[in-house]
């Protein structure tokens, strides 16, 4: 590896761990645990939204905030919504209802160490308290902003974006014979959605033009897609150890993933190209774009 590539991967990281600091940092600050018998679903959030995860969203975020000089604040506070409705996402798929898992992150999903009542509630309580963070005076000075983020948000994680997407998963279950462009619609609504919503969050916080935000769309799904692709693959090649999570469950389900259609090596392949187009949208921009070029590379390189 050369030294260029070795300076660039380490700016990358540490931006990243700057990053998960300061975002658990304040969702830390959002839950405080009252006194009283409603703690246990305080603790469950704090479990669930704080758990070792790679805060990936959050970070676009931050980055995409970045081209447009936005606070480090406003994106924070966005970057922490975000992140509440990604971790209500596991907890709920997690549940004996859905995906029925033992493992997220290395440790007891929400129900197992909770109970699966609290972790229904915890789940609600994330989702809700992400839209009262970005109503909230701290995201933006301007209430047409707040507004803004909360419909592409509401948009991103509902029945038109992540709901719709884990329904259609959840019959997917049962239908093997689904083709690429049915399970690239899929992964578009499971994954891709809330993604897409991190990546345009910096232009909507920066009143950015039109072009500007459909740059960052066009990035974001191409991106949102690579991350699908690899997960895919660390589905089939991944340990447990290092996903934290449990492995081999496509294959168990009888799923159709990119894997499962593609085989590993097209999948890799068509990964790298996606990061590749995806780099390629942020030629539009004049600075600022290495470190969504370095996650670009890092969503399809990652072992967890
Ligand atoms: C329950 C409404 C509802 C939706 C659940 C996102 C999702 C929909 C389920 C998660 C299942 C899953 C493993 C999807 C594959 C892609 C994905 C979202 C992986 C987990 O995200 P990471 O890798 O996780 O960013 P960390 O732990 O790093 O935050």
Redesign the pocket.
């Known amino acids: 590896m050369n030294s260029q590539v070795q300076t660039e991967e380490r700016a990358f990281e540490a931006a990243l761990g700057d990053a998960v600091r300061e975002v658990d940092s304040l969702i830390d600050r959002l839950i405080p645990v009252p006194p009283g018998p409603e703690a246990r679903v305080f603790e469950a959030m704090r479990y669930a939204a704080l758990?070792?995860?790679?805060?990936?969203?959050p970070f676009l975020v931050l980055q995409s905030a970045r081209l447009f000089h936005v606070a480090r604040r406003s994106a924070l506070q966005v970057g922490a919504a975000v992140?509440m409705v990604?971790?209500?996402?596991?907890?709920?798929?997690?549940?004996p209802a859905?995906?029925d898992s033992d493992l997220?992150?290395g440790r007891a999903t929400c129900h197992k160490q909770f109970d699966d009542a609290t972790a229904v509630l915890a789940?609600d309580g994330l989702l809700t308290l992400a839209f009262e963070v970005l109503a909230h005076a701290d995201t933006h000075g301007d209430p047409a902003v707040r507004c803004e983020l909360v419909s592409a948000l509401a948009l991103a994680?509902g029945n038109q974006g992540?709901?719709g997407?884990?329904?259609f998963?959840l019959i997917a279950e049962h239908r093997p014979d689904l083709d690429i462009g049915a399970i690239t619609r899929l992964?578009r609504l499971?994954?891709g959605a809330?993604i897409a919503f991190s990546c345009e969050a910096g232009a909507i916080l920066g009143k950015a033009p039109h072009e500007v935000r459909m740059a960052l769309r066009g990035y974001a799904h191409d991106l949102g897609l690579a991350?699908?692709i690899a997960?895919?693959l660390l589905?089939v090649e991944g340990s447990s150890d290092a996903?934290?999570?449990p492995v081999g469950q496509d294959a168990v389900a009888g799923k159709a993933t990119f894997v499962s259609i593609l085989g590993a090596e097209r999948a890799r392949a068509q990964a790298r190209l996606l990061v590749d187009q995806a780099v390629a949208h942020l030629d539009i921009f004049d600075a600022n774009t290495e470190l969504l070029r370095q996650t670009a590379r890092f969503v399809v390189e990652?072992h967890?």
């Open positions: 758990g070792p995860g790679k805060r990936l969203r992140e990604h971790a209500y996402s596991l907890v709920h798929d997690d549940l859905m995906d997220r992150r789940g994680a992540m709901v997407g884990q329904m998963d992964q499971k994954t809330l991350f699908q997960d895919d589905d996903t934290g999570k990652r967890a």
